[in-house]
């Protein structure tokens, strides 16, 4: 019997896990889910219906040619879809549930052989004929024949800049995500960060404590960029301009080429950011490791506030709290965080470079994705660090892989059958972390875990757990 690993409970584990039961061939499929609900992880478990998606309803299929199963989920959900509404990031992770139960259940009628397993994985090892042998947190281990790490989002790590006092204090938050268990009552809130991550937080924080002052701070202090209320039409010279940048050899060149077509456009400049979708992921494969490390440090942050947009609701709700005068951005660098209650936040102001405290009750970090492996507590990635069956990207965006996600060894060596899928990628690629790329990495790793290592036929011996 041929077995595969998926280990990661989250969207992206759920798509490769749904992928793999599809083409119903003769292995037994594991899925290790850890403690969280399988399908949700952190991005779709939150219950706070102002955290909308920032992709459309008809963008948000969890499998590659069912692209508008969700869409039909919500209409039978809420009362008015359409396909060019941002729904509610919750009622994603509802349907990824009920896609992932009706599969499971579908499977198990066939007699194919699932297991489901509720504890965390903490090491992979060699087996000996290319199998791989995973440890659970509980003590058992699990051989198999193929492997992928869908593992979301790194446990965050506190800026550099924060003492041991104020980590330790309770007041300094590293997860944005759980603050419906703090008791206190804070009469000034930061957060640190102003993207995707700290517009959620904000809205939360907004209802949490409505008397709270809040204020959010980042180097540039720039907010996401909104999508269109309705659908774009697209650039018409998008093809030509796609072609021309795959030819282009530098940043400054790509960015100069991207400017002048959206000021030649006619049309709304965020087609054209659009259009360059497809081609994103070429575009950073072409850049050499200089080229990259310049994008990360000079382009990064007016790219992603451009390309990675909020919703219009989301949009609204912020510029509401900065008019009624309860939210300020700060476009500065935080030097320092201090002390236990209240602490003290030394920043340096991005324009007249000046240092200045701020205090404040409460303070979140809400600075979005870690990727950087290398320094991460989780258990697996540590553990395969220290073995020797990863290695950190060199700019520390996730782990060295193959393009086609293929994880690479400490001796550069591709691993037969196992493969990394989502954050972990975005080294190889870019952009790797939503639901349109993640579901097209997750078909195509099932594929070639199907080409590979998966053999024909269906058995039965069903299992539960």
Not at 88 to 96: E, H, K, M, N, Q
Not at 195 to 216: E, I
Not at 280 to 309: D, I, K, M, P
Request: with cysteine.
């Amino acid at each position: 019997m041929t077995d595969i690993a998926i280990i990661g409970g989250g969207a992206a584990g759920a798509a490769v896990f749904g992928e793999l039961l599809q083409r119903k061939r003769a292995c037994t499929i594991h899925w290790i889910v850890g403690a969280s609900s399988p399908g949700r992880g952190v991005a779709y478990s939150t219950d706070d219906d102002r955290h909308l998606l920032n992709v459309r309803a008809d963008k948000m299929g969890l499998f590659l040619h069912q692209p508008y199963d969700f869409l039909e989920h919500a209409s039978g959900e809420l009362a008015s879809v359409s396909g060019s509404d941002f729904l509610p990031r919750r009622l994603f992770g509802d349907f990824v549930q009920a896609q992932v139960a009706a599969l499971i259940h579908s499977a198990r009628q066939q007699g194919q052989s699932v297991e489901i397993h509720r504890a965390s994985a903490v090491d992979i090892a060699p087996a000996g004929d290319d199998r791989y042998s995973i440890a659970l947190h509980d003590g058992r281990r699990i051989e198999v024949d193929g492997a992928v790490l869908a593992l979301g989002a790194l446990p965050p790590r506190a800026l550099r800049c924060v003492t041991s006092e104020a980590r330790e204090s309770g007041a300094y938050k590293l997860d944005p995500w759980n603050l419906a268990s703090d008791a206190r009552n804070p009469r000034r809130v930061v957060v640190i960060g102003t993207g995707l991550t700290a517009v959620d937080t904000l809205l939360t924080v907004s209802t949490r404590w409505p008397n709270a002052q809040m204020v959010a701070v980042s180097r540039h202090g720039l907010l996401p960029s909104v999508h269109a209320r309705d659908g774009l039409d697209p650039y018409p010279d998008q093809q030509t301009l796609n072609d021309d940048l795959l030819s282009t050899p530098s940043i400054p060149q790509i960015v100069r080429k991207i400017r002048r077509a959206i000021t030649e456009h006619a049309g709304d400049w965020r087609s054209v950011v659009d259009g360059l979708r497809p081609i994103n992921s070429l575009l950073w494969q072409g850049l050499t490791t200089r080229q990259r490390w310049q994008f990360l440090r000079h382009v990064r942050w007016v790219w992603e506030a451009g390309r990675h947009r909020v919703p219009p609701a989301s949009h609204d709700a912020i510029e509401q709290l900065r008019e009624e005068g309860r939210l300020g951005i700060l476009a500065a660098r935080v030097l320092r965080v201090e002390g236990i209650a209240p602490l003290r936040l030394t920043i340096r102001d991005r324009a007249s470079q000046l240092n200045s405290i701020l205090e404040s009750d409460l303070v979140i970090q809400a600075t979005g994705l870690d990727t950087a492996c290398a320094y991460t507590e989780h258990p697996l990635i540590s553990r395969l660090l220290e073995n020797g069956m990863v290695v950190p990207d060199p700019l520390q965006l996730g782990i060295a892989t193959e393009i086609d996600g293929q994880i690479l060894s400490r001796d550069g060596r591709a691993q037969p059958g196992l493969y990394a899928l989502g954050s972990l990628l975005r080294g190889g690629l870019w952009e790797c972390t939503a639901m349109p790329e993640i579901r097209k990495a997750a078909h195509s790793v099932a594929n070639r875990l199907t080409d590979t290592v998966l053999p024909f036929g269906v058995v039965g011996g069903a299992s539960s757990r």
